[in-house]
Protein backbone atom coordinates (compact mmCIF):
# COMPACT_ATOMS: atom_id res chain seq x y z
CA UNK A 1 0.00 0.00 0.00
CA UNK A 2 1.15 3.58 -0.80
CA UNK A 3 1.31 6.04 1.24
CA UNK A 4 -0.22 9.43 0.06
CA UNK A 5 2.21 11.62 2.64
CA UNK A 6 5.28 13.03 0.61
CA UNK A 7 8.68 11.31 1.62
CA UNK A 8 10.69 13.53 4.36
CA UNK A 9 13.21 16.23 2.59
CA UNK A 10 16.29 16.21 4.81
CA UNK A 11 17.75 19.87 5.33
CA UNK A 12 20.48 20.49 7.47
CA UNK A 13 22.17 18.72 10.16
CA UNK A 14 21.96 20.57 13.55
CA UNK A 15 24.05 18.61 16.51
CA UNK A 16 25.45 15.18 15.62
CA UNK A 17 21.65 13.31 16.07
CA UNK A 18 19.86 16.22 15.43
CA UNK A 19 18.77 16.94 11.92
CA UNK A 20 16.53 19.47 10.24
CA UNK A 21 13.45 18.19 7.70
CA UNK A 22 10.23 19.42 6.24
CA UNK A 23 7.52 16.86 6.49
CA UNK A 24 3.95 17.38 5.64
CA UNK A 25 4.40 21.01 4.94
CA UNK A 26 6.32 22.30 8.26
CA UNK A 27 9.88 21.87 9.19
CA UNK A 28 10.63 19.36 11.67
CA UNK A 29 13.82 18.96 13.74
CA UNK A 30 14.38 15.05 13.88
CA UNK A 31 16.26 13.53 16.92
CA UNK A 32 17.86 10.47 15.77
CA UNK A 33 19.06 9.32 19.16
CA UNK A 34 16.16 10.28 20.79
CA UNK A 35 14.15 9.09 18.01
CA UNK A 36 11.56 11.52 17.64
CA UNK A 37 10.29 15.19 15.77
CA UNK A 38 9.29 18.13 17.27
CA UNK A 39 7.77 21.01 14.62
CA UNK A 40 9.93 24.80 14.78
CA UNK A 41 6.26 25.86 14.66
CA UNK A 42 3.77 25.25 17.48
CA UNK A 43 0.90 26.59 15.52
CA UNK A 44 -0.49 24.03 12.35
CA UNK A 45 1.05 26.78 9.59
CA UNK A 46 3.44 25.88 6.59
CA UNK A 47 7.21 26.65 6.54
CA UNK A 48 9.94 26.53 4.79
CA UNK A 49 13.68 26.82 5.26
CA UNK A 50 15.21 29.76 3.62
CA UNK A 51 18.68 29.38 5.63
CA UNK A 52 20.90 27.98 8.10
CA UNK A 53 23.76 30.07 10.31
CA UNK A 54 25.49 27.84 12.59
CA UNK A 55 22.65 27.21 15.27
CA UNK A 56 20.36 29.41 13.50
CA UNK A 57 17.99 28.50 11.04
CA UNK A 58 15.76 31.44 8.90
CA UNK A 59 12.46 30.13 7.68
CA UNK A 60 9.15 31.54 6.07
CA UNK A 61 5.88 30.97 8.23
CA UNK A 62 3.42 30.11 5.43
CA UNK A 63 0.37 32.38 6.58
CA UNK A 64 -1.32 31.73 3.31
CA UNK A 65 -1.62 28.14 2.41
CA UNK A 66 -0.92 27.20 -0.99
CA UNK A 67 -3.22 24.99 -3.06
CA UNK A 68 -1.17 25.03 -6.49
CA UNK A 69 1.79 25.91 -7.20
CA UNK A 70 1.04 26.50 -11.00
CA UNK A 71 0.28 29.38 -13.17
CA UNK A 72 -2.95 30.23 -14.88
CA UNK A 73 -2.31 31.87 -18.39
CA UNK A 74 -5.06 33.58 -20.63
CA UNK A 75 -5.21 35.33 -24.06
CA UNK A 76 -4.72 39.18 -23.58
CA UNK A 77 -4.59 40.97 -27.11
CA UNK A 78 -2.97 37.66 -28.84
CA UNK A 79 -0.63 36.94 -26.39
CA UNK A 80 -0.12 34.08 -23.96
CA UNK A 81 0.00 36.52 -20.52
CA UNK A 82 0.04 34.95 -17.19
CA UNK A 83 -3.27 35.83 -14.71
CA UNK A 84 -3.08 34.25 -11.65
CA UNK A 85 -0.43 32.70 -9.41
CA UNK A 86 0.62 31.29 -5.75
CA UNK A 87 0.66 34.54 -3.49
CA UNK A 88 2.42 33.97 -1.02
CA UNK A 89 2.20 36.16 2.33
CA UNK A 90 4.98 35.09 4.08
CA UNK A 91 6.54 36.24 7.92
CA UNK A 92 10.41 36.04 8.04
CA UNK A 93 11.73 33.94 11.22
CA UNK A 94 14.80 32.95 13.01
CA UNK A 95 15.09 29.55 15.30
CA UNK A 96 17.69 29.40 17.21
CA UNK A 97 18.63 26.14 18.57
CA UNK A 98 19.97 25.40 22.12
CA UNK A 99 18.93 24.88 25.90
CA UNK A 100 16.75 26.92 25.55
CA UNK A 101 15.41 27.21 21.80
CA UNK A 102 13.53 30.07 20.63
CA UNK A 103 11.67 31.80 17.45
CA UNK A 104 11.68 34.87 16.28
CA UNK A 105 9.88 36.83 13.68
CA UNK A 106 12.45 39.39 11.98
CA UNK A 107 10.75 41.62 10.33
CA UNK A 108 6.86 43.62 10.27
CA UNK A 109 6.53 43.40 6.36
CA UNK A 110 4.66 40.28 5.01
CA UNK A 111 7.39 38.54 1.84
CA UNK A 112 5.77 37.41 -1.02
CA UNK A 113 8.83 36.06 -2.15
CA UNK A 114 12.94 35.59 -0.73
CA UNK A 115 15.21 36.55 -4.19
CA UNK A 116 18.79 35.75 -2.92
CA UNK A 117 20.05 35.70 0.35
CA UNK A 118 23.48 36.42 1.32
CA UNK A 119 26.10 36.78 4.50
CA UNK A 120 24.00 39.49 5.92
CA UNK A 121 20.67 39.09 5.59
CA UNK A 122 17.87 38.62 2.51
CA UNK A 123 16.82 40.51 -0.81
CA UNK A 124 12.74 40.10 -0.71
CA UNK A 125 9.65 41.76 -2.47
CA UNK A 126 7.00 42.04 0.13
CA UNK A 127 3.38 41.13 -0.22
CA UNK A 128 1.51 44.88 -0.14
CA UNK A 129 -0.71 46.70 -2.78
CA UNK A 130 2.12 48.58 -3.83
CA UNK A 131 5.48 45.91 -2.84
CA UNK A 132 8.80 46.89 -2.12
CA UNK A 133 12.22 45.44 -3.08
CA UNK A 134 13.84 45.65 0.81
CA UNK A 135 16.94 44.12 2.24
CA UNK A 136 16.37 42.66 5.73
CA UNK A 137 19.49 42.00 8.29
CA UNK A 138 19.93 38.90 10.05
CA UNK A 139 18.51 41.05 12.67
CA UNK A 140 15.32 42.30 10.68
CA UNK A 141 16.51 45.91 9.72
CA UNK A 142 15.77 47.12 6.55
CA UNK A 143 18.78 48.38 4.81
CA UNK A 144 17.92 48.58 1.57
CA UNK A 145 14.32 49.82 -0.13
CA UNK A 146 14.10 50.29 -4.08
CA UNK A 147 10.93 50.37 -6.00
CA UNK A 148 9.24 47.55 -7.42
CA UNK A 149 6.55 47.68 -9.61
CA UNK A 150 2.72 46.12 -8.93
CA UNK A 151 2.62 44.73 -12.75
CA UNK A 152 6.25 43.01 -12.34
CA UNK A 153 5.02 39.36 -11.48
CA UNK A 154 7.01 38.27 -8.75
CA UNK A 155 7.01 34.52 -9.37
CA UNK A 156 8.91 34.92 -11.98
CA UNK A 157 11.61 37.53 -11.26
CA UNK A 158 15.16 36.76 -11.44
CA UNK A 159 17.85 38.89 -8.81
CA UNK A 160 21.79 39.21 -9.86
CA UNK A 161 23.41 41.70 -7.45
CA UNK A 162 27.02 42.82 -8.90
CA UNK A 163 30.21 42.03 -8.04
CA UNK A 164 30.63 45.47 -5.44
CA UNK A 165 26.90 44.99 -4.54
CA UNK A 166 26.46 48.98 -5.88
CA UNK A 167 23.66 47.58 -8.76
CA UNK A 168 21.66 44.99 -9.02
CA UNK A 169 19.90 43.36 -12.13
CA UNK A 170 16.41 41.67 -12.98
CA UNK A 171 15.06 39.45 -15.27
CA UNK A 172 11.06 40.64 -15.14
CA UNK A 173 8.21 39.34 -16.45
CA UNK A 174 5.57 42.16 -16.84
CA UNK A 175 1.72 41.50 -16.54
CA UNK A 176 1.08 42.56 -19.71
CA UNK A 177 4.17 40.41 -21.49
CA UNK A 178 3.79 37.39 -23.51
CA UNK A 179 4.60 34.60 -21.25
CA UNK A 180 6.82 32.78 -23.50
CA UNK A 181 8.68 34.60 -25.40
CA UNK A 182 9.79 37.74 -23.46
CA UNK A 183 11.00 39.40 -20.29
CA UNK A 184 12.48 42.92 -18.93
CA UNK A 185 15.88 43.92 -17.99
CA UNK A 186 16.02 46.38 -15.24
CA UNK A 187 18.94 47.56 -13.34
CA UNK A 188 19.00 49.38 -10.75
CA UNK A 189 21.30 51.57 -8.27
CA UNK A 190 21.40 50.92 -4.47
CA UNK A 191 22.97 54.34 -3.86
CA UNK A 192 20.35 56.32 -5.92
CA UNK A 193 17.65 53.95 -4.76
CA UNK A 194 16.24 54.20 -8.68
CA UNK A 195 15.87 52.34 -11.53
CA UNK A 196 18.81 53.42 -13.56
CA UNK A 197 18.09 51.26 -16.94
CA UNK A 198 14.95 49.51 -18.73
CA UNK A 199 15.13 47.06 -21.74
CA UNK A 200 11.95 46.30 -22.31
CA UNK A 201 10.56 42.85 -24.36
CA UNK A 202 13.89 40.74 -24.13
CA UNK A 203 13.60 38.40 -27.01
CA UNK A 204 13.81 34.77 -25.37
CA UNK A 205 11.96 33.05 -28.35
CA UNK A 206 15.08 31.03 -29.23
CA UNK A 207 15.28 29.39 -25.75
CA UNK A 208 12.04 27.72 -26.44
CA UNK A 209 13.58 24.22 -26.38
CA UNK A 210 14.48 24.88 -22.57
CA UNK A 211 12.19 22.87 -19.99
CA UNK A 212 11.78 26.18 -17.85
CA UNK A 213 9.77 29.03 -18.34
CA UNK A 214 12.14 31.69 -20.10
CA UNK A 215 14.38 34.30 -18.40
CA UNK A 216 16.94 36.66 -19.07
CA UNK A 217 20.58 35.11 -18.49
CA UNK A 218 22.27 37.83 -17.18
CA UNK A 219 26.45 38.05 -15.71
CA UNK A 220 28.18 40.93 -14.65
CA UNK A 221 31.67 40.87 -16.40
CA UNK A 222 32.98 43.76 -13.95
CA UNK A 223 31.59 46.58 -11.89
CA UNK A 224 29.72 48.51 -14.02
CA UNK A 225 29.10 45.96 -16.95
CA UNK A 226 26.47 43.21 -17.61
CA UNK A 227 25.95 40.63 -20.55
CA UNK A 228 22.39 39.34 -20.92
CA UNK A 229 20.64 37.42 -23.38
CA UNK A 230 18.44 34.40 -23.67
CA UNK A 231 18.46 31.31 -21.62
CA UNK A 232 21.24 29.54 -23.55
CA UNK A 233 23.53 32.21 -25.69
CA UNK A 234 24.28 35.87 -25.16
CA UNK A 235 23.78 37.15 -28.02
CA UNK A 236 26.93 39.13 -27.39
CA UNK A 237 24.10 42.25 -25.50
CA UNK A 238 25.98 43.85 -23.52
CA UNK A 239 25.09 47.18 -20.99
CA UNK A 240 27.76 49.89 -19.59
CA UNK A 241 25.50 50.61 -16.63
CA UNK A 242 26.80 53.94 -16.50
CA UNK A 243 26.41 55.17 -20.10
CA UNK A 244 23.54 53.34 -20.43
CA UNK A 245 25.03 52.35 -23.77
CA UNK A 246 23.79 48.84 -25.16
CA UNK A 247 26.08 46.93 -27.66
CA UNK A 248 25.12 44.01 -29.74
CA UNK A 249 28.32 43.12 -31.04
CA UNK A 250 30.42 39.98 -29.93
CA UNK A 251 33.48 42.00 -30.24
CA UNK A 252 32.86 44.46 -27.39
CA UNK A 253 33.20 41.20 -25.12
CA UNK A 254 36.85 42.39 -23.36
CA UNK A 255 39.50 39.77 -22.39
CA UNK A 256 38.50 39.09 -18.75
CA UNK A 257 41.72 37.99 -18.07
CA UNK A 258 43.46 41.51 -18.37
CA UNK A 259 42.27 42.68 -14.69
CA UNK A 260 44.69 44.43 -12.10
CA UNK A 261 44.91 44.56 -8.23
CA UNK A 262 42.16 47.44 -7.58
CA UNK A 263 39.96 45.68 -9.99
CA UNK A 264 39.61 42.84 -7.74
CA UNK A 265 36.48 42.38 -5.29
CA UNK A 266 37.14 41.07 -1.80
CA UNK A 267 35.31 37.86 -0.95
CA UNK A 268 35.91 36.61 2.46
CA UNK A 269 39.61 34.93 2.33
CA UNK A 270 39.60 35.21 -1.46
CA UNK A 271 39.18 38.18 -4.42
CA UNK A 272 37.58 37.44 -7.58
CA UNK A 273 36.37 38.77 -10.77
CA UNK A 274 34.33 37.36 -13.25
CA UNK A 275 35.37 33.98 -13.43
CA UNK A 276 38.86 34.56 -11.77
CA UNK A 277 39.61 33.69 -8.17
CA UNK A 278 42.75 34.54 -5.75
CA UNK A 279 43.83 34.18 -2.69
CA UNK A 280 43.66 37.16 -0.74
CA UNK A 281 46.55 39.88 -2.18
CA UNK A 282 48.19 36.91 -4.45
CA UNK A 283 49.77 37.58 -7.70
CA UNK A 284 49.28 34.09 -8.93
CA UNK A 285 45.55 32.86 -10.51
CA UNK A 286 44.17 30.35 -7.88
CA UNK A 287 42.07 29.06 -10.47
CA UNK A 288 39.46 30.53 -13.21
CA UNK A 289 36.63 29.35 -15.19
CA UNK A 290 36.74 31.33 -18.30
CA UNK A 291 37.58 29.54 -21.48
CA UNK A 292 40.68 30.12 -24.02
CA UNK A 293 39.82 33.49 -25.44
CA UNK A 294 39.10 34.78 -22.50
CA UNK A 295 35.51 35.93 -22.83
CA UNK A 296 33.07 33.81 -21.65
CA UNK A 297 32.78 30.75 -18.69
CA UNK A 298 33.12 27.50 -19.53
CA UNK A 299 32.63 25.66 -15.88
CA UNK A 300 31.44 26.03 -12.55
CA UNK A 301 32.69 28.14 -10.34
CA UNK A 302 31.20 29.06 -6.38
CA UNK A 303 32.07 30.30 -3.04
CA UNK A 304 30.95 28.70 0.24
CA UNK A 305 28.31 31.20 1.96
CA UNK A 306 31.18 33.00 3.67
CA UNK A 307 33.36 33.17 1.41
CA UNK A 308 36.08 30.60 3.45
CA UNK A 309 36.03 27.95 0.84
CA UNK A 310 35.55 28.03 -2.95
CA UNK A 311 34.84 25.02 -5.27
CA UNK A 312 35.21 25.10 -9.36
CA UNK A 313 35.73 23.20 -12.20
CA UNK A 314 39.33 23.23 -13.84
CA UNK A 315 39.38 25.32 -16.84
CA UNK A 316 40.54 22.03 -18.78
CA UNK A 317 37.50 19.94 -17.18
CA UNK A 318 39.60 17.74 -15.97
CA UNK A 319 38.79 17.84 -12.17
CA UNK A 320 36.44 19.53 -9.76
CA UNK A 321 38.92 21.57 -7.36
CA UNK A 322 38.05 22.96 -3.66
CA UNK A 323 39.95 26.11 -2.51
CA UNK A 324 40.56 26.57 1.09
CA UNK A 325 40.83 30.18 1.95
CA UNK A 326 42.23 29.85 5.00
CA UNK A 327 45.35 27.30 4.49
CA UNK A 328 45.60 28.94 0.97
CA UNK A 329 45.62 25.60 -0.79
CA UNK A 330 43.84 23.20 -3.17
CA UNK A 331 42.56 20.05 -3.23
CA UNK A 332 41.91 17.55 -6.30
CA UNK A 333 38.27 16.69 -5.46
CA UNK A 334 36.81 14.28 -8.00
CA UNK A 335 38.21 13.94 -11.78
CA UNK A 336 35.92 15.06 -14.43
CA UNK A 337 33.65 17.51 -15.62
CA UNK A 338 30.42 18.35 -13.51
CA UNK A 339 27.74 20.99 -14.64
CA UNK A 340 27.05 22.50 -11.01
CA UNK A 341 27.95 23.11 -7.81
CA UNK A 342 25.81 24.13 -4.84
CA UNK A 343 27.01 24.75 -0.94
CA UNK A 344 25.21 22.55 1.43
CA UNK A 345 24.74 23.05 5.03
CA UNK A 346 25.17 26.50 7.26
CA UNK A 347 27.55 29.66 7.11
CA UNK A 348 31.26 28.14 8.23
CA UNK A 349 30.57 24.49 7.35
CA UNK A 350 33.77 23.11 6.06
CA UNK A 351 33.08 20.59 2.82
Not at 100 to 110: D, G, N, V
Request: aromatic share 8%.
Amino acid sequence: MRCDAPPPRFLHRIKQHVVLIRYDDRLQLLDLKAGKMERLLKAEEPSDLVRTDGDTIYFLRQTVRCESYGYRLKTLDGKTVLDEWYRPRDRLCAYTAGDAPKTAELAEPFIEAVLQHDEEGFWVVTAETQPRLLHLTTHGRITDMLPWQADWAVCEAKFLLSPDARHIALSILRMDQDFHGCRDLVVMSREKKAILKTVRDVDLRNSILDSSTPSIRMEWLGRNTLQFGTNFSFNGQVLNVDTSAISESSASKPDLRQVTADQRVVAGKFETTFGQVWFGHDKELAGSVLNAKGDWVSACLEFSPDAQWAALTSSDLDCVVVLDGEKRSRRRLIDGWCSDLEWLGGWGVKP
